[in-house]
């Protein structure tokens, strides 16, 4: 891997045992329309993922639900063999059905034919880290996840797996999952409007575990509002790298995974990450979420 000259904003953080830079890339939108089937450029897809470890990121987040199977292996033919350096999350917790739908898949069996099904996609025999995603696609459900959480935690057992986290949880979910095995990682929605990890994430970060934020359709889109854009326009910025930045800015443990299917909006993406924002700004931005 050749890292890039200029450092990645937002300095580094720790996934388990590996210290990553906190500006990472999220594969979700390398497969096709609603993450079902290839990309229509299979060449792009992979001059992404090659350019995105060239400028220096080694936190790539995917899944074999995606596509279903497509960016683990776009990832594979890009990367593989892959650099010590670099760290490849993925998710199990969830199948796809052929209206494009994620139908849950929890049951031990499910728990063990998923986290089988990234190794051999991704050709690995180990998993950096796998988290478990709950909820649906309307966000995350109270209720226990002690089942598949702990068929997931005899796999790292069995040495399949080497980091565990939670996807799309509640905070009660992330304390019972903490207290069956320790957990690196939490990856919910979360963004400048949706606030509601606001507690969770403080509280995490007081012990040093990651929290890392997705989106609803790969970005923003819903996020409208007059003072992002007035920040923006001062900063002569895009929305998305000033919230990109207010993320960076929120907390020392928020690592982020911006996707993107463009070389061009990768290298956007990660220069409007480094925006240096105000307390003024801060202090406007705070505001759309409350």
Known sequence: MTATS??????????????????????MQLAGPWVMGPPADHDGALTVLREAVELGITHIDTSAAYGPRITNELIREALHPYSDSLLVATKVGANRDAQGGWPAARQ???????????????????LDLVNLRLGDAQGPLAGSLAEPFETLVELQQQGLIRHVGVSNATA???AEARSIAPNVCVQNMYNLAFRGDDE????????????VPFFPHGG???????????VAARLDASPMSVALAWLLQRSPNVLLIPGTSSVRHLR?????AG????????VELDQIGR
Request: charged content about 20%; aromatic content about 4%.
């Open 108 to 126: 031990p069996e499910d728990i063990r034919t998923q986290v089988h099904e990234n190794l051999e996609t991704l050709r690995l025999d180990v």
């Open 200 to 211: 969770l994430i403080d509280a995490l970060a007081v012990d040093g575990i990651a929290y």
């Open 6 to 27: 200029t450092p990645l904003p937002g300095g580094t953080a720790t996934l388990g045992d590996l210290t990553v830079p906190r500006f990472g890339y999220g594969a």
């Open 220 to 230: 923003f889109t819903p996020l409208q509002s007059s003072a992002l854009s007035a």
């Open 275 to 282: 925006l240096a924002l105000s307390p003024a700004d801060i």
């Open 172 to 174: 009660e979910q992330v």
């Open 268 to 272: 956007e993406n990660i220069a409007g």
